[in-house]
């Protein structure tokens, strides 16, 4: 994502898909059960209670042409950093790739405060001049030729090349101002550059660009290995939360993990018989010793929660799909495995085919708009939520995202994942952690000092077309 400075707010939350592979700095954390929500029950917490409350919920909300159309639409829109990759062009001049590194030290790089290291000490000048000395800007010829890949295990992308955090404080460890997201296995990368170092890779991925490792991605001989595999029709779909994928048969060499919303070239569904496949049989990409690019065989469990293809775009689907997330622990541009605000609701649409910016701000310009609410009363605000449509409305503040559930006894309910709340203990405001996917009502916050979700609502928007 684009990074936004975190707010004096009563949400301390980042807005920035979650993937894992099986190593132990990117084990999800365990799911645990959410803390107690004030006005939130344990049945309010299952998809069916917000469900039952919709005459029609399984009726199409948009038709998989009607999808295309408005992704095709929102690709064109520059705002939103989305990129067709496979559309990129093979041939740069040096000064277009250093206005990309220039854009990112500009917004980025070394301001007048004061930034700490993982360790808890400020980032001094030496650390910034060998930052900058990696970012190998000499190297970029005039003619420059950019290579294609894919991703081959989840793996974090950085604003630059370093492992190095940049925090605003010396122990605000769980906010990294270098980490822009979470990259899945499979996606389709270009790669513009390489660090001096050669340890890592310049690359624009679908909705973002910066820096991943290079043991993480695999380059193709030419563009076209990558397209095709971008645009394989068939495709096995991600709908389970995680979903484990293996390199054998057996199902005994877990290859990574999948996170919803991910999807993969389909080359055989299970039988019904046992002289058939008992397991899904994908295409996953993989990486040679020279680092090449190359396809293999991955296998899913037949009972994993997939599906062939994308899911048809109901609120019953949007309820089931969004209460799979419940409990997922939250995480700074996915850090520690976790989802934030905005990577709750990317993941989310894409298992209907929808693209989403990897920004909440920009999430919340997707869509129908049902109104200006920012600096309204609170009684017109609650009038623009009562035209909203349940399970297919994102409610925005500043620096948060949340998905509308609807309405019960007078309360507007969200399901999102959120860092935490402040509150007023003795006229003091007390942080109170959450960290993880919730179910709340917007008087959430209501007792901080900056007021309720309610209270800060920007914006509502309409996942769909007109009305």
């Known amino acids: 994502m684009i990074f936004q400075k975190l707010i004096s707010s009563s949400l301390f939350i980042g807005a920035i898909l979650l993937s894992f592979v099986i190593i ?5 954390q365990r799911l645990i059960a959410s803390p107690r929500i004030p006005n939130v029950t344990p049945e309010m917490e299952r998809p069916q209670f917000w469900i039952k409350k919709i005459k029609n919920p399984t009726n199409l909300l948009l038709t998989p042409d009607q999808i295309h159309k408005m992704n095709g639409e929102n690709m064109k829109r520059r705002n939103l950093l989305l990129c067709r990759v496979k559309d990129l062009k093979e041939n740069w001049g040096r000064e277009e790739i250093l206005f990309l590194l220039t854009e990112d030290w500009e917004n980025f790089g070394r301001t007048g405060e004061v930034q700490y290291g993982k360790s808890g000490i400020p980032l001094g000048e030496f650390f910034w001049n060998e930052l900058r000395n990696n970012l190998n800007q000499e190297a970029i010829e005039k003619r420059h030729r ?59 991925t679908h909705f973002i660009r910066g820096w991943v490792r290079m043991h993480d991605l695999a380059i193709a001989k030419e563009k076209g290995e990558a397209k095709d595999y971008e645009e394989a029709k068939d495709r096995l779909l991600v709908t389970g939360n995680i979903v484990s994928v293996f390199s054998d048969p057996s199902l005994q060499q877990p290859v990574f993990l999948a996170q919803m919303g991910d999807s993969f070239p389909l080359l055989s569904i299970p039988g019904g018989d046992k002289m058939t496949n008992a397991f899904y049989i994908i295409h996953i990409p993989s990486r040679e010793n020279n680092g090449s690019l190359t396809f293999k065989k991955g296998y899913i469990r037949t009972d994993e929660d997939v599906h062939r293809g994308f899911l048809p775009y109901t609120q019953e689907n949007v309820a089931h799909q969004a209460f799979k997330m419940l409990d997922h622990p939250y995480g700074w541009g996915d850090m520690f495995g976790g989802r934030d605000c905005s990577r709750f609701i990317m993941d989310l649409f894409r298992t209907f085919g929808i693209l989403m910016p990897r920004n909440s701000k920009e999430q919340a310009t997707i869509g129908t708009d049902l109104g200006l609410v920012e600096g309204k009363p609170i009684k017109e605000k609650r009038k623009k939520l009562d035209q909203a449509i349940p399970l297919a409305t994102t409610l925005r503040l500043p620096g948060h995202i949340m998905l509308y559930l609807g309405k019960d006894k007078g309360k507007y309910y969200v399901i999102h994942s959120i860092w935490g709340i402040q509150k007023r203990v003795k006229s003091c405001p007390v942080s109170e952690k959450i960290a993880q996917v919730v179910v709340s009502d917007l008087s959430l916050g209501e007792s901080g000092p900056y007021g309720s979700l309610l209270h800060r609502l920007t914006d509502v928007r309409f996942i769909g077309t007109n009305q």
């Open 24 to 28: 132990p700095r990117y084990i999800p």
């Open 146 to 204: 950019i290579l294609f890949g894919c991703i081959v295990k989840r793996t974090d992308i950085r604003v630059f090349p370093t492992e190095e955090r940049s925090m605003s404080t010396s122990y605000n460890s769980e906010f990294d101002r270098f980490q822009h997201s979470s990259i899945s296995p499979g996606s389709p990368i270009a790669i513009y550059h390489f660090s001096k170092d050669k340890e890592w890779a310049y690359i624009q």
